[in-house]
């Protein structure tokens, strides 16, 4: 069923959305969660907000009610010893409440076939989730000429970004029209060895990977690694909000 021809009758979908940290949640810290949010409204889903702080039967039990899933981004970084490797100087401090909670999403969006869009963060421990490896640090390790994580962010220097090139076919390079995007980058780790079932389908020049599909069902599930939700006017990032509304939609009319 097309996006555009849903019925209006369908209720809107409620999309699930973990708090970037624990951190946050408990100091009340908004500004970056809420684009979230904003995101999601704009693409006909409602908001459902995600307590870090739930016990895993009351997080199953939210995670039920959900038709979507949104894993958004985090200044933590996943722990290394997740995909078997040590923690090297330049990684950040892991955020355990936070993998806890979205390993049950997952668990939970992917035995119900329910849709997932894994936003930076949220793309990298997606991958680990299916047994994948991440580069833990872009600069240190690959010596790139590209900008990937914002420097300067906290004195005033411009968001930096870069090209993204799309694998043809791929479902991301049909919502964008093009082979090629520009995109916004606040990153330093990224996706190194993919998980099962994901097909790497955005890379950056450099060879950094910017963006995965799911293929072991027809479940959408889409992950990148630039931040959509604060790309508010780009044909893209637009696309890939209502292309999860869409998805929980088709969910609903399934089941």
């Not at 010893?81 to 909670?101: I, V």
């Not at 997932?116 to 833990?136: F, K």
């Not at 996706?191 to 950094?208: I, Q, T, Y």
């Not at 599909?213 to 790309?231: A, I, K, L, S, Y």
Request: aromatic share 6%; charged share 25%; glycine share 8%.
């Amino acid at each position: 069923m097309p996006a555009h021809s849903i019925s209006e009758r369908q209720p809107s979908p409620r999309v699930g959305l973990p708090y970037r940290t624990h951190d946050e949640e408990v100091r009340g810290v908004r500004e970056k969660y809420n684009f979230y949010l904003n995101s999601i409204k704009r693409a006909g889903g409602v908001p459902v907000e995600i307590s870090l702080r739930f016990p895993k039967q009351e997080l199953l039990t939210l995670a039920r009610s959900l038709d979507a899933i949104v894993l958004p981004g985090s200044p933590a970084d996943v722990n290394p010893s997740l995909y078997r490797e040590h923690r090297r100087p330049e990684s950040a401090d892991a955020d355990e409440n936070r993998e806890r909670t979205d390993v049950v999403l997952l668990d939970h969006a992917f035995a119900e076939g329910k849709p997932v869009l894994a936003i930076c963060y949220g793309v990298q421990i997606l991958n680990v989730y299916l047994g994948g490896t991440l580069i833990q640090d872009i600069s240190s390790e690959l010596h790139s000429s590209i900008e990937h994580s914002w420097k300067g962010r906290d004195e005033g220097k411009p968001e930096p970004f870069h090209a993204a090139r799309l694998a043809q076919n791929s479902r991301i390079a049909k919502l964008a029209g093009a082979s090629e995007v520009r995109v916004n980058s606040s990153h330093h780790q990224s996706v190194h060895e993919p998980g099962k079932n994901l097909r790497l389908v955005g890379h950056a020049p450099d060879g950094v990977i910017e963006a995965v599909e799911w293929t072991g069902d027809g479940n959408w599930v889409t992950g990148v690694q630039w931040h959509p939700e604060r790309m508010t006017d780009d044909a893209l990032a637009q696309a890939l909000f209502r292309e999860l509304i869409a998805a929980a939609h088709r969910v609903t009319v399934r089941n």
